[in-house]
């Protein structure tokens, strides 16, 4: 079964500083795709940034960069030069086939 | 990406009563999903739409209480049958693209008194 996990329920961090938002994952296949998502809370679910299983370089978006470690099965989320509108609910699911697996999911508060 | 809207944003509505989420897509895809996301909860998939044929559903969701229609490449309807308090949840229609992305629409935020 594919497990997604995010430890940190809720994170702080001072405006215009770095974040890392934490992700594992757990499975047994060797293609798959990892995906951050936003939700303010308006509700919508906004897209930030993909890394497939196969990609060599970390993924990069802007002010998003995705630290892709295999071999620990992690991909975590570092946001750069926060901003108040960062605060919001953080989502990392796995693609496995045509499913999607979601995390618990971390709220950042960016703090002015 | 597509773009997607859903109908209603939200809605309250009366325990025992049904109510029918619609799913538009600007343009046509292969693959819609329908996802339930309770109060301070994750996304939980309910369903995948197929166009033309029954919908597949995950363990724990059953056609009876969330029956789905896909009549087309565009559009996709969730009904929530004989609603319950715990039913109160976000209800997202999102679709795969080719790329292999997911996108999801504004979703319908439903509150069942």
């Known amino acids: 079964a594919q497990k997604i996990t995010q430890t940190q329920p809720g994170m702080f961090v001072q405006e215009k500083e770095a974040v890392t938002l934490d992700c594992t994952y757990d499975t047994s296949d060797q293609s798959y795709g990892l995906f951050w998502y936003k939700q303010p809370s308006s509700g919508e679910m906004i897209f930030l940034i993909y890394q497939g299983s196969y990609d060599e370089q970390n993924a990069t978006e802007g002010r998003y960069s995705l630290n892709f470690q295999k071999a620990r099965k992690s991909a975590n989320l570092v946001i750069s030069a926060s901003q108040l509108g960062d605060s919001a609910m953080y989502f990392c699911?796995?693609?496995?086939?045509?499913?999607?697996?979601f995390g618990s999911g971390t709220k950042l508060n960016v703090k002015p | 990406s597509a773009v997607i809207s859903q109908k209603p944003s939200r809605d309250i509505c009366q325990r025992g009563t049904s109510l029918t989420i619609q799913c538009q897509v600007d343009?046509?895809?292969?693959?819609m999903f329908w996802y339930r996301q309770q109060p301070g909860q994750s996304l939980t998939l309910i369903a995948t739409a197929n166009q033309g044929s029954e919908a597949t559903y995950e363990s724990g969701f059953v056609i009876d209480k969330f029956p789905i229609s896909r009549p087309n490449l565009t559009f996709s309807t969730l009904t929530v049958s004989n609603m319950s308090p715990e039913d109160s949840s976000i209800y997202l229609c999102s679709v795969g693209d080719p790329t292999g992305e997911l996108f999801f629409g504004e979703g319908s935020r439903l509150t069942v008194l």
């Open positions: 699911a796995m693609r496995h086939f045509n499913k999607f697996y």
């Open positions: 343009s046509q895809v292969t693959m």
